[in-house]
């Protein structure tokens, strides 16, 4: 950037940003993040449910009521919000599907996986899951190690053949790259740009003052909503970039007329 940004909050993807996939936060990872949250308010969106927020995130991660509070989670691409209050994570909003979004999510993705010769169903659990206001497709299943999801697609042809199969089927919701096996389907609109603005709400902030670091960011890929958004955005591989990411930016909120430390996408603007 040929700027200086005024940054006020940081957004994280979970998912192969923040962990490896379905995989717990590395310890050097939690504690880099827990000094990031003492000097600004952090955020994760991912497409996972809550739960895998908890395995992931927050078991083993050690902070105070008073930095908690400042920790602002996002399920299922931010179609849901939870904060610490009272002493509890407490939902803030649900954006479900209806049912009959859920049939045709779950009918149209199987049918496409099955045309696609995507459908391997009993490998490593279920291929679709409910997740209330996500339907979400995982070739492999929903426990398939790192290394075999890894593996399956690494140019994403799979996952792009799928989304183009599916997106025109359903014009009336979002759907979206997920992770590196995975199809999210939510309501038409609600996605991470839709949790963010409900983020830059709550915190009174300016698009200007967010930065966000993902790994899904090409335009079938759930983080891309948030850089076309407008959102300033940094582009990594795996949780290793985004540790090094963290440690820089809490060096240079420590000392902020310092050069900023990472290089950033241009934002775009918001489709329409």
């Known amino acids: 950037m040929s700027r200086t940004p005024d940054i006020r909050a940081v957004v994280?993807?979970?998912?192969?940003?923040?962990?490896?996939?379905?995989?717990?936060?590395?310890?050097?990872?939690s504690a880099s993040l827990a000094r990031l949250l003492d000097r600004v308010p952090v955020c994760i969106i991912s497409?996972?449910?809550?739960?895998?927020?908890?395995?992931?995130?927050?078991?083993?991660?050690?902070?105070?009521?008073?930095?908690?509070?400042?920790?602002?989670?996002?399920p299922t691409c931010g179609t849901r919000y939870y904060l610490w209050q009272n002493g509890a994570w407490a939902l803030q909003y649900a954006e479900d599907l209806t049912a009959d979004e859920k049939v045709r999510a779950i009918g149209t993705l199987e049918d496409g996986a099955r045309e696609l010769g995507l459908w391997h169903p009993g490998t490593w659990g279920d291929l679709i899951e409910d997740r209330g206001s996500q339907i979400t497709f995982s070739a492999l299943g929903q426990q398939a190690p790192v290394a075999e999801k890894t593996a399956w697609d690494p140019d994403g042809a799979?996952?792009?053949?799928?989304?183009?199969?599916?997106?025109?089927?359903?014009?009336?919701?979002?759907?979206?790259?997920?992770?590196?096996?995975?199809?999210?389907?939510?309501?038409?609109?609600?996605?991470?740009?839709?949790?963010?603005?409900?983020?830059?709400?709550?915190?009174?902030?300016?698009?200007?003052?967010?930065?966000?670091?993902g790994d899904r960011l090409d335009p079938t890929g759930n983080d891309y909503p948030v850089l076309a958004m407008g959102v300033t955005s940094v582009a990594i591989h795996d949780w290793h970039g985004t540790l090094q990411a963290v440690e820089a930016l809490n060096g240079w909120l420590d000392a902020p007329d310092a050069p900023f430390p990472l290089v950033t996408m241009d934002p775009l603007p918001r489709q329409q």
């Open 158 to 213: 799979k996952k792009l053949a799928l989304w183009q199969y599916v997106s025109p089927r359903l014009p009336d919701l979002e759907v979206r790259g997920g992770g590196s096996t995975s199809i999210d389907i939510t309501r038409k609109g609600i996605d991470k740009a839709y949790g963010v603005g409900r983020l830059l709400e709550k915190l009174d902030l300016h698009l200007d003052q967010l930065l966000f670091i």
């Open 12 to 29: 994280f993807d979970l998912d192969d940003t923040l962990a490896p996939s379905k995989s717990t936060m590395d310890p050097t990872m």
């Open 47 to 74: 497409g996972g449910r809550f739960e895998q927020f908890e395995s992931q995130a927050l078991d083993g991660f050690s902070a105070g009521d008073e930095a908690l509070a400042r920790l602002h989670l996002m």
